[in-house]
Nanobody
Framework: QVQLVESGGGLVQAGGSLRLSCAAS????????MGWYRQAPGKQRELVAT???????NYGDSVKGRFSISRDNAKNTLYLQMNSLKLEDTAVYYC?????????WGNGTLVTVSS
């Protein structure tokens, strides 16, 4: 089994910053990729950022230049640094892990950006 636990969500003012964390545990050997996705009410889930095992990153167009994905392999933790937050960034953010042809998801953490 694989368990993903997100943390760091909360209320932040527009223009502010927030860092999300995703702690992975269980059978997490040979991870192919990890990433962050988000879903706002009434909208489809969208890509925020991904990172392969080799460190290659990919970002959604709406967050490029503002968000940064990183990881701490020793702690089995994935991070998402969010800067210059906008109202439209309000969403539930989900951590994702791809391994052995399967996708694993955390339960999400809510980020609310206020004016």
């Amino acid at each position: 089994q694989v368990q993903l636990v997100e943390s760091g969500g909360g209320l932040v003012q527009a223009g502010g910053s927030l860092r999300l964390s995703c702690a992975a545990s269980g059978n997490i050997f040979s991870i192919n990729a990890m990433g962050w996705y988000r879903q706002a009410p009434g909208k489809q889930r969208e890509l925020v950022a991904t990172m392969t095992s080799g460190g290659s990153t990919n970002y959604g167009d709406s967050v490029k230049g503002r968000f940064s994905i990183s990881r701490d392999n020793a702690k089995n933790t994935l991070y998402l640094q969010m800067n210059s937050l906008k109202l439209e960034d309000t969403a539930v953010y989900y951590c994702n892990l791809f391994r052995g042809g399967r996708l694993y998801w955390g339960n999400g953490t809510l980020v609310t950006v206020s004016s």
